[in-house]
């Protein structure tokens, strides 16, 4: 895999992942959905959402997000692309015990620490063939 390849994949991962943390900060300015609440009260909160920055951004970086995943897949395999798509729980992972102080215990640095491995071990995979 060439450095281009490789910088759109991880242009994809990485636009994914802020997608995923803004959208958890426009969840967050709601708080806990309810389900059970009603119709009147789950579309208020729907509305409130469709208006929140933080789920804007985070739509339109998933937008981009598959726009840049299909120009990476036409120049690499799916099966070496799609695990690449780890490396995007990794960064959330560390982004939101940063800035949510989500916490994150030993066990999930391990589960970290074996998916950077994983990746490492698929990326270099392409190389050898």
């Known amino acids: 895999m060439n450095a281009s390849t490789f910088g759109l994949l991880m242009t994809g991962v990485l636009l994914n992942a802020a997608a995923q943390l803004m959208l958890k900060a426009g969840a967050a300015s709601v708080g806990a959905i309810s389900l059970t609440a009603g119709a009147s ?31 990476a897949l036409s ?32 066990q999930r640095w391990a589960g970290i620490a074996i998916i950077i491995l994983g990746v490492v071990v698929i990326a270099r995979s392409g190389s050898a063939a």
């Open 75 to 106: 120049r690499v395999d799916v099966s070496m692309a799609y695990p690449m798509l780890s490396i995007g729980y990794v960064v959330n992972a560390l982004l939101a015990w940063w800035l949510f102080g989500e916490a994150v215990n030993a």
């Open 41 to 71: 009260a789950l579309w208020r909160t729907g509305l409130q959402l469709s208006l929140h920055p933080g789920i804007l951004g985070g739509l339109a970086c998933y937008v981009l997000s598959v726009v840049v995943w299909i120009v």
